[in-house]
């Protein structure tokens, strides 16, 4: 008679903890969407684009994390099958050396004239 | 001071305006890299005719070369590179793999019936999910597959007269 009292406990318990995986799932679909760059659309990733190209690649994306592919893994079978282009995460090689190399040195450049105004201020 | 300080705005603004300038004329349309050689990925997919589950490996299992042609009944441009592929096949030099994508089983049967069938195997993609693991774009677009089982060349879009002959001499 007992566990028929617990019975309901038990069902919200793992209802609640399936549910709660589930979200944990999407969760890392919807980042890994908004990771890859829809390559026949404009400017836009998978995530925002309905178009059929990328609604098939949600889907191959679906399936490799069902068959228990990481989030890396995933990034780079993209990467060998359609080129770095298709990652919004660039990585760091001769072409990109400018792009990441820039912010630094605005930042040190801007460093360096604030650091003067203040000599020239204290002088 | 006020000349140097002047002087580094100006050129800044010139390299600027260069540096996006040229970037304004650049396509924005992704180009992919159709030379460099590749691996082919494993794929699974079921048959167009049995519905049976078959592996890329168990297709590619020859020492031939292949081709590996994705299609659709409804795309136009498949029909123009229909008479290549015919004529790719009779020269027997080639094994034509098909796949079908996103497609109308019966459409798909009556282009066949219609256009003759080239393909000594179609697959079926109802969804689109093994053109992306092949690292396809859309259709039509054609793969040549080397004895290694490398992808040695891409042909997004319809094959023409010009790529066809390319395509018998890569073989050849």
Same mark, same amino acid.
């Given at each position: 008679?007992k566990?028929?009292?617990?019975?309901?406990?038990?069902?919200?318990?793992f209802s609640?903890?399936?549910?709660?995986?589930?979200?944990?799932?999407?969760?890392?679909?919807?980042?890994?969407?908004?990771?890859?760059?829809c390559?026949?659309?404009?400017?836009?990733?998978?995530y925002?684009?309905?178009?059929?190209?990328?609604e098939?690649?949600k889907?191959?994306?679906?399936?490799?994390?069902?068959?228990?592919?990481?989030?890396?893994?995933i990034y780079?079978?993209?990467?060998?099958?359609y080129?770095?282009w298709i990652s919004?995460?660039?990585?760091?090689?001769?072409?990109?050396y400018?792009?990441?190399?820039?912010?630094v040195?605005?930042?040190?450049?801007?460093?360096?004239i604030?650091?003067?105004?203040?000599?020239?201020?204290k002088? | 001071?006020?000349?140097?300080?002047f002087?580094?705005?100006?050129?800044?603004?010139?390299?600027?305006?260069?540096?996006?300038?040229?970037?304004?004329?650049?396509?924005?349309?992704?180009?992919p890299?159709?030379?460099?050689?590749?691996?082919?990925?494993?794929?699974e997919?079921?048959?167009?005719?049995?519905?049976?589950?078959?592996?890329?490996?168990?297709?590619?299992?020859d020492?031939?070369?292949?081709?590996i042609?994705?299609?659709?009944?409804?795309c136009l441009?498949?029909?123009?590179?229909?008479?290549y592929?015919?004529?790719?096949k009779?020269?027997?030099?080639? +094994?034509?793999?098909? =796949?079908?994508? %996103?497609?109308?089983?019966?459409?798909? /049967? !009556?282009?066949? &019936? $219609?256009?003759?069938?080239?393909?000594?195997?179609?697959l079926?993609?109802?969804?689109?999910?093994?053109?992306?693991?092949?690292?396809?774009?859309?259709?039509?677009e054609?793969f040549?597959?080397? +004895?290694?089982?490398? =992808?040695?060349? %891409?042909?997004?879009?319809?094959?023409? /007269? !010009?790529?066809? &002959? $390319?395509?018998?001499?890569?073989?050849?």
């Amino acid at each position: 008679m007992k566990i028929i009292k617990f019975l309901p406990i038990i069902f919200l318990y793992f209802s609640l903890f399936s549910s709660f995986s589930n979200e944990k799932n999407s969760q890392l679909e919807n980042k890994i969407f908004k990771n890859l760059r829809c390559i026949i659309c404009q400017g836009q990733s998978i995530y925002d684009s309905q178009s059929d190209f990328a609604e098939s690649m949600k889907l191959v994306v679906k399936q490799k994390l069902d068959s228990g592919m990481s989030e890396e893994e995933i990034y780079i079978f993209f990467k060998d099958q359609y080129g770095e282009w298709i990652s919004y995460d660039p990585e760091f090689n001769t072409k990109t050396y400018f792009l990441w190399g820039l912010p630094v040195l605005i930042f040190l450049l801007g460093g360096a004239i604030i650091l003067r105004k203040l000599a020239v201020l204290k002088n | 001071m006020k000349n140097r300080y002047f002087f580094i705005i100006i050129v800044l603004f010139f390299f600027f305006f260069i540096v996006l300038f040229k970037g304004l004329k650049n396509p924005n349309v992704y180009i992919p890299e159709l030379q460099k050689e590749k691996n082919l990925s494993r794929f699974e997919a079921s048959d167009f005719y049995s519905n049976k589950k078959t592996s890329s490996l168990d297709i590619l299992n020859d020492n031939n070369f292949y081709l590996i042609n994705i299609w659709a009944s409804w795309c136009l441009p498949c029909r123009e590179e229909h008479d290549y592929l015919i004529k790719l096949k009779e020269q027997n030099l080639v +094994k034509l793999i098909g =796949i079908n994508y %996103k497609d109308n089983f019966k459409n798909a /049967k !009556k282009f066949l &019936n $219609e256009m003759g069938n080239p393909y000594s195997k179609i697959l079926k993609d109802k969804n689109g999910t093994v053109s992306i693991q092949l690292g396809a774009y859309g259709v039509p677009e054609t793969f040549i597959i080397d +004895k290694n089982k490398k =992808i040695i060349k %891409k042909i997004i879009g319809p094959i023409d /007269k !010009k790529i066809y &002959n $390319e395509i018998l001499l890569i073989i050849k």
